[in-house]
């Protein structure tokens, strides 16, 4: 990222402030919002102090990335907790991002820069603020709330969504949204608004099933019931319009506004004229209301919140459903129920309830664990031969019955890091080194010896986290941090080479010593020591899972002569698998049992399951803004005895959920 201002003009707004500072006249309120803030932008400190970041849980943290200048003003002067008053040139906030001492993310502002003297003179500034000054500064800060339309963003329906909508609408099984493109993982979820655009082809796709889903919801008549009345012509509006009203009002999960009604009511009279058939203008008001952005986005609130009960009725249903509110749900938003706490823990209690509940959990848990991509997942069958497309989809239903058995049985789930048993079958039995339990699926428990605990000794994480052909210690870290903690590691600069230094002959090394490469590349040190650190611990865990006294290593040497291939070199390689997690004290571990142990009792790890829950329930990412809400949601799922389901319960009963100021 380039500075955005010029070195000549920086240079003179330092003087500028270096003047009025030496005057007694306090610094133009801007010189922070246009000089000092973006050397902290183009040096990428907001990567770890964010939110999200690996350094949350410091006392340095960004504003939103669309704050005002009043929240970022305010947060130049609120970093005054980091100067040091009696000698500023001590202060971390000018010794950390120099490097000067040791700093996890290394230097990130030049010493001797014209961005290093903006932040000096920033730091001479705040050395004579005033107490009072920088708590008021601290008071905006926490006040700041962003506007609605970025707590609730406008969202479409997942690819999931959309096959249960249809499913619970029509009665259509078939999943039609299997021929959608793929979607995208956007904050870690497929549901996130920033990453819901329509391509062309999405577009495209949408048509397409619209046609095929109206064609076959008439195909044998009004089999489906979809029809309210009985026509009494091809024509009959009393009854097109009946029609138009009620399946609307279902499709779009609100009433239809007149307008709307009228202009359905004209295409239905036209095609049904032309063809002289009543279900065919039945059958093109379907299709058309399939493309309608009514039935592709979720219900926002009218101008004058006329559909703000339906909003918080479908908020409820695609968050616990994965689908659209049933009849219950619909009266209670058209009885105004839903306004009220007490009204919403109702409704949830319900339909947490629901069979369909069930169902919809297996898909958030999907998308935080990134299972569908365990299925897709390919080994090198010279490797790996046990590996096949049904030890996937079997590692698979493992975790899922894993989770699901914490969350419907109201078990502590911090036992997804710490349990001693798993779900298995034959097949993972037998990859496990356990007895086959009498049951496919059936609870089995492991020995102490195995060293695996909860989803981190489960084959889902550690063939997800591998290369075809070899662990990755980079990939399992970074899942930890990532999915785990909630710390977004920064991506590495464009153009650094990623790849290994390869095997040689007289020359073969473990996976931990070829790792080495970026700890000692200055550019790669900073991210890499964040998290091949986690890795490392799991490195007794072969890249399908299977535990392994050494590393086993074939490769073949180099050359022209094809039959080199037939010689290849074998070597196994003793394990260090010793391990620490930076940033955690007395974190120090050597397998998935002992990690689990570590994360389970640490307070960011438990917090982050409320975090991940919060992106998936609201589609975005959460902001300073929301910590109130992340905070009171935790503790109710803490005082619950980390009961799953109270957590669900804490985020959407809350007036955030409900759409409230």
Same mark, same amino acid.
């Given at each position: 990222?380039?500075?955005?201002?010029?070195?000549?003009?920086?240079?003179?707004?330092?003087?500028?402030?270096?003047?009025?500072?030496?005057? /007694?006249? !306090?610094?133009?309120?801007?010189?922070?919002?246009?000089?000092?803030?973006?050397?902290?932008?183009?040096?990428?400190?907001?990567?770890?102090?964010?939110?999200?970041?690996?350094?949350?849980?410091?006392?340095?943290?960004?504003?939103?990335?669309?704050?005002?200048?009043?929240?970022?003003?305010?947060?130049?002067?609120?970093?005054?907790?980091?100067?040091?008053?009696?000698?500023?040139?001590?202060?971390?906030?000018?010794?950390?991002?120099?490097?000067?001492?040791?700093?996890?993310?290394?230097?990130?502002?030049?010493?001797?820069?014209?961005?290093?003297?903006?932040?000096?003179?920033?730091?001479?500034?705040?050395?004579?603020?005033?107490?009072?000054?920088?708590?008021?500064?601290?008071?905006?800060?926490?006040?700041?709330?962003?506007?609605?339309?970025?707590?609730?963003?406008?969202?479409?329906?997942?690819?999931?969504?959309?096959?249960?909508?249809?499913?619970?609408?029509?009665?259509?099984?078939?999943?039609?949204?299997?021929?959608?493109?793929?979607?995208?993982?956007?904050?870690?979820?497929?549901?996130?608004?920033?990453?819901?655009?329509?391509?062309?082809?999405?577009?495209?796709?949408?048509?397409?099933?619209?046609?095929?889903?109206?064609?076959?919801?008439?195909?044998?008549?009004?089999?489906?019931?979809?029809?309210?009345?009985?026509?009494?012509?091809?024509?009959?509006?009393?009854?097109?319009?009946?029609?138009?009203?009620?399946?609307?009002?279902?499709?779009?999960?609100?009433?239809?506004?007149?307008?709307?009604?009228?202009?359905?009511?004209?295409?239905?009279?036209?095609?049904?004229?032309?063809?002289?058939?009543?279900?065919? /203008?039945?059958?093109?008001?379907?299709?058309?209301?399939?493309?309608?952005?009514?039935?592709?986005?979720?219900?926002?609130?009218?101008?004058?919140?006329?559909?703000?009960?339906?909003?918080?009725?479908?908020?409820?249903?695609?968050?616990?459903?994965?689908?659209?509110?049933?009849?219950?749900?619909?009266?209670?938003?058209?009885?105004?129920?839903?306004?009220?706490?007490?009204?919403?823990?109702?409704?949830?209690?319900?339909?947490?309830?629901?069979?369909?509940?069930?169902?919809?959990?297996?898909?958030?848990?999907?998308?935080?664990?990134?299972?569908?991509?365990?299925?897709?997942?390919?080994?090198?069958?010279?490797?790996?031969?046990?590996?096949?497309?049904?030890?996937?989809?079997?590692?698979?239903?493992?975790?899922?019955?894993?989770?699901?058995?914490?969350?419907?049985?109201?078990?502590?789930?911090?036992?997804?890091?710490?349990?001693?048993?798993?779900?298995?079958?034959?097949?993972?039995?037998?990859?496990?080194?356990?007895? !086959? !339990?009498?049951?496919?699926?059936?609870?089995?428990?492991?020995?102490?010896?195995?060293?695996?605990?909860?989803?981190?000794?489960?084959?889902?994480?550690?063939?997800?986290?591998?290369? !075809?052909?070899?662990?990755?210690?980079?990939?399992?870290?970074?899942?930890?941090?990532?999915?785990?903690?909630?710390?977004?590691?920064?991506?590495?600069?464009?153009?650094?080479?990623?790849?290994?230094?390869?095997?040689?002959?007289?020359?073969?090394?473990?996976?931990?010593?070829?790792?080495?490469?970026?700890?000692?590349?200055?550019?790669?040190?900073?991210?890499?020591?964040?998290?091949?650190?986690? /890795?490392?611990?799991?490195?007794?865990?072969?890249?399908?899972?299977?535990?392994?006294?050494?590393?086993?290593?074939?490769?073949?040497?180099?050359?022209?002569?094809?039959?080199?291939?037939?010689?290849?070199?074998?070597?196994?390689?003793?394990?260090?698998?010793?391990?620490?997690?930076?940033?955690?004290?007395?974190?120090?571990?050597?397998?998935?049992?002992?990690?689990?142990?570590?994360?389970?009792?640490?307070?960011?790890?438990?917090?982050?399951?409320?975090?991940?829950?919060?992106?998936?329930?609201?589609?975005?990412?959460?902001?300073?803004?929301?910590?109130?809400?992340?905070?009171?949601?935790?503790?109710?799922?803490?005082?619950?005895?980390?009961?799953?389901?109270?957590?669900?319960?804490?985020?959407?009963?809350?007036?955030?959920?409900?759409?409230?100021?």
């Amino acid at each position: 990222m380039t500075h955005p201002v010029s070195i000549a003009v920086l240079g003179a707004s330092v003087s500028a402030l270096l003047v009025w500072g030496q005057s /007694g006249t !306090p610094p133009a309120p801007q010189f922070f919002v246009r000089e000092v803030y973006p050397v902290f932008q183009a040096a990428g400190c907001r990567g770890c102090h964010s939110p999200e970041g690996v350094a949350s849980t410091t006392r340095l943290r960004f504003p939103a990335p669309n704050a005002p200048d009043e929240q970022i003003s305010a947060f130049g002067l609120q970093l005054a907790v980091l100067v040091n008053r009696d000698n500023p040139a001590r202060s971390l906030l000018f010794l950390k991002p120099t490097n000067r001492i040791q700093h996890t993310g290394g230097e990130r502002i030049h010493p001797g820069s014209a961005q290093e003297r903006a932040l000096q003179a920033w730091i001479e500034h705040l050395a004579g603020v005033g107490e009072e000054q920088v708590a008021a500064a601290a008071r905006v800060v926490k006040s700041y709330r962003p506007p609605a339309e970025a707590r609730w963003p406008i969202r479409r329906l997942t690819h999931s969504q959309y096959n249960r909508t249809v499913r619970d609408l029509l009665g259509v099984l078939s999943q039609p949204a299997r021929r959608f493109p793929p979607e995208d993982y956007v904050n870690g979820f497929k549901n996130q608004a920033a990453g819901q655009t329509i391509t062309p082809t999405l577009s495209a796709a949408y048509a397409a099933a619209a046609e095929r889903i109206a064609a076959s919801a008439f195909r044998y008549g009004d089999s489906g019931g979809l029809v309210p009345c009985k026509p009494e012509g091809p024509g009959d509006s009393a009854c097109a319009e009946r029609f138009i009203r009620q399946f609307g009002r279902k499709a779009f999960r609100r009433p239809l506004d007149e307008t709307e009604v009228r202009r359905f009511k004209k295409l239905f009279l036209s095609e049904s004229g032309k063809s002289g058939k009543f279900l065919e /203008g039945a059958r093109i008001v379907l299709e058309a209301m399939l493309v309608s952005p009514a039935f592709l986005f979720h219900v926002q609130p009218g101008t004058e919140s006329k559909w703000e009960q339906y909003a918080v009725a479908n908020r409820l249903s695609y968050f616990l459903w994965d689908s659209m509110p049933d009849e219950e749900l619909f009266g209670m938003a058209e009885r105004r129920e839903l306004a009220t706490g007490a009204g919403i823990e109702k409704a949830v209690r319900r339909m947490l309830g629901d069979r369909k509940a069930q169902e919809a959990l297996r898909e958030f848990f999907t998308q935080w664990l990134e299972l569908d991509t365990v299925v897709t997942s390919v080994k090198d069958r010279g490797l790996f031969p046990r590996y096949s497309p049904e030890v996937a989809a079997a590692a698979v239903e493992e975790t899922q019955r894993f989770l699901a058995d914490l969350v419907w049985n109201d078990r502590n789930f911090l036992e997804y890091l710490t349990a001693d048993y798993s779900f298995v079958n034959s097949d993972l039995a037998a990859l496990y080194g356990v007895p !086959p !339990p009498p049951l496919e699926f059936a609870r089995v428990s492991f020995p102490e010896k195995l060293e695996r605990s909860g989803i981190l000794g489960q084959v889902s994480y550690l063939a997800l986290t591998s290369q !075809p052909g070899e662990t990755s210690p980079t990939l399992r870290g970074l899942f930890v941090r990532d999915r785990l903690l909630c710390q977004k590691v920064p991506d590495p600069p464009p153009g650094v080479n990623t790849n290994l230094p390869p095997q040689t002959e007289g020359n073969v090394h473990t996976t931990r010593e070829r790792l080495q490469m970026h700890v000692s590349n200055a550019a790669c040190a900073s991210c890499h020591r964040l998290i091949d650190g986690i /890795g490392f611990g799991f490195e007794h865990f072969d890249a399908i899972g299977r535990w392994r006294d050494k590393q086993y290593v074939l490769f073949y040497r180099t050359g022209r002569d094809r039959d080199q291939r037939k010689n290849p070199i074998e070597a196994n390689l003793p394990i260090d698998s010793q391990a620490q997690v930076t940033g955690i004290p007395s974190s120090t571990f050597s397998s998935p049992r002992q990690l689990g142990s570590v994360l389970a009792a640490n307070q960011e790890c438990r917090k982050c399951l409320v975090r991940q829950l919060f992106r998936y329930g609201f589609g975005r990412p959460e902001t300073p803004a929301d910590a109130h809400l992340i905070d009171g949601a935790f503790e109710q799922f803490e005082a619950s005895g980390f009961r799953f389901r109270e957590m669900m319960v804490a985020l959407t009963i809350s007036d955030e959920f409900r759409g409230g100021n």
